[in-house]
């Protein structure tokens, strides 16, 4: 890695600053701001080892915001989701170096795009609740091979909590325990394929203060904005996502 220099670590806490606002607001995006704007200045296997730490904090905090007995209804709720994810995270985490990074960028930021767009545009997909194990498992499978692979693993979570027409509150709350538990896979996934090592681990542990800091703001503006608004702001952020996927597919070395 290059040196590490003051102006370096600024520009990365300002990232992380801004991630934890738009995580606060809506209650993902936070790696997908991370890996992007962080990746812009080290190589991308760096970047995912220095947004670790900031996404377990914050998660586990969005999880646990309404007290653990919440967050555990939202566990058992989620299960095959959460099962599925972590089977396929730490399978994937091994294959970080192994698959093109476009092949991976397109496949998940076109179906993406589509949803959100066509939800925004009146056409929403809805699902039954529940919405059966298939439906479950798949999602959390897709959502932990993505996440293995690049540390996002929020558009495919956030497109079944939507379709479901989830509450606002519990919307955050499912993300957080989802999120906060797939980190803590993360984090013992990358250990071992050493993305997360002593130099990274430092920088990670920097970008802890900022990330809770904008988590928080962003928290008191969600606090006062409506369900209706809740929805479309989080659909908007999904599009806006999905668009960036499919930019990085095209430019990918």
């Known amino acids: 890695m290059d040196a590490l220099t003051p102006e370096l670590v600024a520009v990365a806490c300002a990232v992380a600053l801004l991630a934890g606002l738009v995580k606060g607001l809506v209650g993902f ?11 812009m200045m080290v190589p991308p296997d760096v970047a995912l080892g220095w947004l670790i730490l ?9 999880a646990l915001r309404q007290g653990a007995g ?8 989620f299960r095959r989701f ?32 589509l949803y959100a767009g066509l939800t925004l545009a009146g056409r929403p997909l809805r699902l039954p609740s529940p919405p ?19 540390g996002v693993w929020g558009p495919p979570t956030v497109a079944l909590l939507t379709a479901l027409d989830t509450e606002k509150s519990e919307h955050l709350r499912v993300q957080g325990v989802i999120y ?10 990358h250990l071992a394929s050493g993305v997360l090592n002593a130099e990274t681990f430092k920088v990670s542990a920097l970008l802890v203060p900022p990330a809770l800091l904008g988590i928080w703001a962003g928290f008191a503006i969600n606090d006062r904005i409506d369900q209706a608004a809740f929805r479309r702001l989080t659909l908007i952020l999904l599009l806006l996502a999905g668009l960036n996927l499919l930019r990085r597919a095209l430019f990918a070395g």
């Open 29 to 39: 995006a936070m790696p997908m701001i991370l890996i992007s704007g962080l990746s």
């Open 54 to 62: 900031p996404t377990l904090v914050t998660n586990l905090w969005q």
């Open 70 to 77: 919440a967050a555990w209804a939202s566990v058992r709720r």
């Open 82 to 113: 959460l099962l599925a994810g972590f089977v396929l995270m730490v399978f994937a985490a091994q294959l970080v170096t192994s698959i093109p990074s476009g092949v991976l960028f397109l496949v998940i930021g076109v179906p993406m795009t």
């Open 132 to 150: 059966g194990a298939r439906v479950e498992y798949g999602a959390g499978a897709v959502a932990g091979f993505f996440g293995g692979i690049s």
């Open 180 to 189: 906060g538990a797939g980190a803590v896979v993360l984090m013992g996934a």
